[in-house]
């Protein structure tokens, strides 16, 4: 049940995660299109993280906007035109609000969604445009859920977004670390029939890596020459299908180097920001496609939650969980590296 009265993080700008405010809210009057959710769960992205130190371009926060990009919750009440939902329906919000089904947005559409200059998902209740909500699949628990929007989605339009390109049976797929990104990438991939090799800096994680059914795990830390040496585990070293790179130009030397002839190098992430730039030319001599991949539109995820119940998708939480009072914590953990796969905030 909602109340009047409901606490939620507020971004009082970018600078430093020092600028969420916990606050108390007094419930807004609902529009005609809008639905007001009651959320149980959110879960972090490193979006969140550059969003609240505003240390990338484009992540400047709009001040006084609720965080997060990722949730779950129950529909408590619509607007007077809403007639596809209805109290008491499993819903997640789409990041990017005010588009078509189809649209794949654009780095301009990322910078005005959740949790940026839209209010987010860190609250006891939210309010989102109808057309924005898509329904949770029934195989999850809302904190399973809440790691879909952001990282899940991202990791599906990576792997099967690209038409005629989607991952299948026999594809030999390489993920890279231990973010959400990248287990995400994983739990499809495998559910999909393909062979996964993963990377990690942290030994401690190989035994999760190889539970989750990564055939191979290799330390990206102490071996320089990782993807060359990822490329030796594929049939006749011929290279993956699809690689997810998550390190940018920390990470696509080796990727290049890992993929196979017209394979598929989805550049997803910067997490290796501040490493020598990689030659874009090198695509040429690798005989590979590259794709930008950011985000995915409803229609995606709405397939990747049809999937995700067919085959049954269990996303692989992070250890620890926070309150959502206890939220800044949560941030620390996920601005530490220390986590494995979503950090998730339990909201109710
Ligand atoms: N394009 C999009 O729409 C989109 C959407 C979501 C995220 N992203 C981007 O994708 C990246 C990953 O996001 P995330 O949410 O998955 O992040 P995350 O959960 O914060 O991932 C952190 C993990 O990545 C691994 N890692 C760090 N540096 C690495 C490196 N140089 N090489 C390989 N692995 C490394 C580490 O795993 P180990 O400890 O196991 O080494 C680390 O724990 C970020 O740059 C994010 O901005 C993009």
Redesign the pocket.
């Known amino acids: 049940m909602a109340d009047d009265k409901y606490n939620t993080w507020m971004l009082k700008g970018s600078g430093s995660t020092e600028n969420l405010q916990y606050v108390q809210q007094t419930s807004a009057k609902l529009g005609p299109d809008e639905v007001r959710v009651v959320m149980h769960a959110a879960s972090?992205?490193?979006?969140d993280?550059?969003i609240a130190k505003g240390s990338?371009p484009m992540t400047q926060a709009t001040p006084n906007t609720v965080p997060g990009?990722d949730g779950a919750g129950v529909v408590h009440s619509v607007g007077a035109n809403v007639v596809e939902l209805r109290p008491g329906d499993k819903v997640l919000p789409h990041m990017v609000q005010g588009v078509s089904d189809d649209f794949l947005?654009r780095m301009d559409a990322?910078s005005g969604g959740l949790g940026q200059a839209v209010n987010g998902t860190l609250c006891e209740q939210g309010v989102y445009p109808a057309e924005s909500i898509v329904r949770m699949p029934d195989n999850m628990n809302f904190a399973q859920a809440a790691t879909l929007g952001?990282?899940g989605?991202?990791?599906w339009?990576?792997l099967m977004g690209l038409r005629d390109r989607a991952v299948q049976a026999g594809d030999y797929v390489l993920v890279?670390?231990?973010?959400?990104?990248?287990?995400?990438a994983l739990q499809f991939a495998k559910a999909a029939g393909a062979t996964v090799v993963a990377?990690?800096?942290?030994g401690a994680?190989v035994a999760r890596?190889t539970a989750l059914g990564a055939a191979h795990v290799i330390n990206?830390?102490t071996d320089a020459d990782w993807g060359v040496t990822a490329r030796k585990l594929t049939p006749e070293g011929r290279g993956f299908d699809h690689i997810v790179d998550?390190?940018?130009d920390?990470?696509l030397g080796q990727s290049f180097a890992a993929i196979r002839t017209d394979g598929v190098v989805s550049?997803?992430?910067?997490?290796?920001?501040g490493?020598n730039k990689v030659d874009a030319m090198t695509a040429l001599w690798s005989v590979c496609v590259v794709r930008?991949?950011?985000?995915?539109s409803k229609n995606m995820f709405r397939d990747m939650v049809a999937f995700c119940e067919k085959h049954n998708v269990q996303p692989a939480l992070d250890d620890e969980t926070y309150s959502l009072a206890d939220a800044q914590r949560a941030y620390q953990r996920?601005e530490k590296?220390?986590?494995?796969?979503?950090?998730v905030i339990k909201i109710q």
């Open positions: 972090l992205n490193y979006r993280l550059v990338l990009s947005p990322i952001c990282s989605l991202t990791a339009n990576a890279q670390g231990t973010g959400g990104v990248s287990i995400a990377t990690t800096g942290k994680n890596l990206y830390k998550v390190g940018g920390a990470t550049l997803v992430g910067v997490l290796g920001t490493a930008g991949v950011l985000l995915g996920l590296q220390q986590h494995f796969s979503k950090v």
